[in-house]
């Protein structure tokens, strides 16, 4: 039997990303977001922004409305607000927005947390379109794995035909397919195949299988 190559993959790297500094909260935009826009970066498939951000300590987002997005299921409509109750220490979070299969869906919210067993397992399945493997679902065919690895750890991928991947460093570094990826680096393809992570330093990322 032959082995499917290794997909290519398209580097975005994290200094390359737009920036927004409002004191309280900064924030790196993978993605075209607010005042940021690239029409190069749009978004990948049914994902839509990532926005890497650090807010400071007693500070966040007021009172704000959110519509037809897979953020907590906003549906037809949800106000929310955030914010970091530390009074000493930043917090520093991935804000991720997923586009529903439909529009106009019922608002819901899921929290998910990890089994004893996950805590340490290196590739876990943390949502999914059917809640399978006790994973948190999604009104879209994207599945998102937490990747948790350290030095010289590895973890493999297939990406089945007609789907793609984006994978996005929280923490530390990694390779990809023998691709360098540091902290706030991202990557992607569109092509069909085997993906092999292999960690260069304690390292925390997730990847996203997109339809």
Same mark, same amino acid.
């Given at each position: 039997m032959k082995t499917a190559p290794s997909p290519e993959l398209t580097l975005r790297r994290a200094d390359a990303r737009g920036r927004a500094d409002l004191g309280w909260l900064?924030?790196?935009?993978?993605?075209?977001?607010?005042?940021?826009?690239?029409?190069?970066h749009m978004g990948f498939r049914s994902l839509r922004v990532i926005n890497d951000d650090r807010?400071?300590?007693?500070r966040g987002f007021d009172l704000h409305p959110h519509r037809d997005m897979e953020i907590m299921s906003a549906g037809h409509g949800v106000t929310h607000s955030e914010f970091n109750p530390s009074d000493r220490e930043p917090a520093h979070f991935l804000q991720i927005w997923i586009l529903p299969r439909? #529009?106009?869906?019922?608002?819901?919210y899921t929290e998910w947390q990890p089994a004893a067993?996950?805590?340490?397992a290196p590739k876990v399945l943390l949502v999914s379109p059917d809640g399978r493997e006790d994973s948190a679902t999604i009104h879209q065919d994207a599945e998102i794995?937490?990747?948790r690895l350290q030095p010289g750890d590895t973890a493999t991928h297939e990406?089945?035909?007609g789907r793609g991947a984006w994978l996005q460093v929280a923490t530390g570094a990694l390779q990809c397919n023998g691709l360098?990826?540091?902290p706030g680096d991202g990557a992607s393809t569109d092509a069909?195949?085997?993906?092999?992570? #292999?960690?260069?330093?304690?390292?925390?990322?997730?990847?996203?299988?997109?339809?």
């Open positions: 900064d924030s790196r935009h993978t993605f075209s977001f607010a005042d940021y826009y690239d029409p190069a807010v400071a300590a007693g439909e #529009r106009g869906l019922t608002p819901s067993a996950p805590l340490t794995y937490r990747l990406l089945r035909p360098e990826l540091a069909p195949g085997p993906l092999t992570f #292999r960690a260069t330093e304690p390292v925390e990322a997730l990847l996203f299988d997109l339809k």
